[in-house]
């Protein structure tokens, strides 16, 4: 498989005012290229829920977008930052470790990772006490 077109962009720690951001301009980018409006609503979800994680758990970093020959859809969001300790736990509906800020700002329900893994074809998480590795993928059909 190959990649045929390749998107980045940057997540920053605690930048609320931009968060979600990198998901319309990923959601703007797809439907440009025609990719239909199932599998979209989808991609949308996952990413706004895991770019939220990055602007609210982790230090910052960035989402890699690619797409492959084959229509298939990844995307990858790359952190610094504490990592996930116990991923079974952070996989339970409704756990949070939020701060108050974020949960001021709406955020904090403990429902990203659990809809990411719903919405998502494919799901992997890489994540060690220097940051998390969350891979996501879908296929375009
Ligand atoms: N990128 C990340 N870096 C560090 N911790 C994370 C990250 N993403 C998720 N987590 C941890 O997993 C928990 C569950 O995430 P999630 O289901 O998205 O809920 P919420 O973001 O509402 O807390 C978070 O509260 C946090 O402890
Ligand atoms: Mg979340």
Redesign the pocket.
């Known amino acids: 498989m190959a990649v045929i077109l390749h998107e980045e962009y940057t997540v920053s720690k605690n930048d609320y005012g931009n968060a979600g951001k990198v998901s319309s301009r990923v959601k703007d980018m797809l439907k440009k290229i025609g990719v239909g409006a199932q599998v979209l609503r989808r991609i949308a979800v996952a990413c706004y ?1 895991a770019e ?3 602007v ?3 230090d910052g ?1 960035r989402v890699d977008l690619d797409i492959m020959d084959d229509g298939d859809i990844i995307l990858t ?1 790359t ?1 610094v ?4 300790p116990d991923l079974e736990k ?2 339970t509906p409704g ?4 701060n108050d800020e ?1 949960r001021n700002l709406g ?10 893994k719903r919405v998502s074809d494919t799901f992997d998480i890489k ?1 060690s006490p220097s ?2 590795t ?1 891979t996501v993928g879908f296929h375009n059909a």
């Open positions: 829920e939220i994680n990055l609210i758990h982790s970093g969001f952190d930052g504490p990592g996930i952070a996989l756990f949070s470790t939020a974020a955020f904090g329900a403990g429902m990203g990772l659990p809809n990411i994540t940051g998390t969350l």
